[in-house]
């Protein structure tokens, strides 16, 4: 059954201990490229049976032979028998060609197309430099349907990186839905009141994602007790009260808000070095941060909707068919995972979480 009907759906269920979930979706990931691939890639497709997959690798996704060429790579590295789907995208740059975006959103290899500011976060440096350049991609876009999933900042230095978001929403993206009204967009892990309000306050062809990470912590999270390298990721994390809309938008039942992990590993050396990259690795412990979350706000039936049903109908894409279990167990997240040489820090590291997941769907 891949219904749309919302007649035949079967809701989340929690029968004492354990909630009972349609499969769901991630519609923002990293997975990386390398040895860190099939890391992240088995952790995501673990709990995920589809990702949006983002393109900026080193050189970045810009066409459709190596969309489909990294997407091999990613179903390389997964252990047999994971059922997992990557939705491959294109990265935006100032020269890219409108018919390359077409032919391949058209023969189903590209998804959507990401549109990163230049210089606004991990290998982004190939982005857009100015969206005034890439008209003529929008209107193709616009015209054959295929959704623009943007990075929401500007990256003006004289702007305060806390409001960088918020001036985006004024200056770039307010003028680009007027200039064209029909295009599909989708504003990526968004931070801030500010953008719910906007989302809110858009057509049915706007939505955002909100991340696990952004649910669970403010600002305050990269300087407790000194520098915290591991809560640092892009857009960083705002004041608590922009927090707290974003949890009231995660399990508000409005379907423009949906799941979009933008887990982003990096190792524990280049997270605590004088580089200190941007990202946070959620994908271990995804679904029970969210649903911890969920049912911190007293909304844990509204997580299925959230997570597996309102991100396939905005994209057009049938729902999952096959249904996980996560239980209500403590468990202690690990300081940090290993694998080979690589050593990552997750989401959560050292924390208990009150959920488990299943590792395993079931019928």
Avoid at 292 to 310: V, Y
Wanted: glycine share 6%; hydrophobic share 40%; net charge negative.
């Amino acid at each position: 059954m891949t219904d749309q009907d919302t007649t035949l759906r079967p809701r989340a269920e929690a029968a004492g201990d354990t909630l009972s979930l349609r499969r769901p979706d991630d519609w923002h990931v990293h997975l990386r490229d390398g040895p860190m691939l099939s890391l992240a890639a088995d952790l995501t497709a673990r709990q995920f049976a589809r990702a949006i997959v983002m393109p900026n690798l080193v050189p970045p996704v810009t066409t459709a032979a190596a969309a489909e060429a990294y997407r091999e790579r990613i179903l390389a590295a997964l252990p047999p028998g994971r059922d997992f789907t990557p939705l491959m995208t294109a990265y935006l740059t100032d020269q890219i060609d409108p018919d390359e975006l077409e032919s391949g959103f058209q023969a189903g290899v590209f998804t959507a197309c990401k549109l990163y500011p230049a210089n606004a976060t991990t290998n982004s440096a190939a982005g857009v430099t100015d969206v005034g350049k890439i008209g003529k991609v929008l209107e193709r876009l616009q015209n054959i349907g295929m959704p623009l999933l943007v990075h929401g900042e500007v990256v003006s230095p004289e702007i305060d990186i806390f409001d960088r978001e918020a001036i985006f929403l004024e200056t770039i993206l307010a003028p680009v839905l007027r200039d064209f009204p029909g295009l599909k967009v989708v504003l990526e892990h968004i931070t801030t009141e500010d953008s719910v309000r906007f989302v809110e306050a858009a057509g049915p062809n706007v939505a955002a994602t909100i991340t696990a990470h952004h649910l669970r912590i403010d600002r305050n999270a990269m300087f407790d007790g000194g520098l915290r390298p591991h809560a640092y990721c892009l857009p960083v994390a705002k004041r608590r009260h922009h927090r707290q809309a974003l949890r009231e938008a995660a399990v508000s039942g409005s379907p423009k808000f949906f799941l979009g992990t933008d887990s982003a590993p990096h190792s524990k050396h280049d997270k605590e070095s004088a580089c200190g990259c941007a990202g946070i690795f959620s994908a271990p412990t995804a679904l029970e941060s969210y649903a911890q979350t969920f049912e911190e706000e007293g909304s844990l039936d509204r997580l299925e909707a959230f997570a597996s049903e309102f991100g396939p109908r905005f994209y057009r894409l049938p729902l999952n068919t096959s249904r996980i279990r996560l239980h209500r167990k403590s468990q202690r997240v690990p300081d940090v995972l290993e694998q080979g040489d690589l050593r990552v820090v997750p989401f959560h590291a050292g924390e208990d979480l009150a959920w488990q997941f299943q590792d395993e769907g079931f019928d």
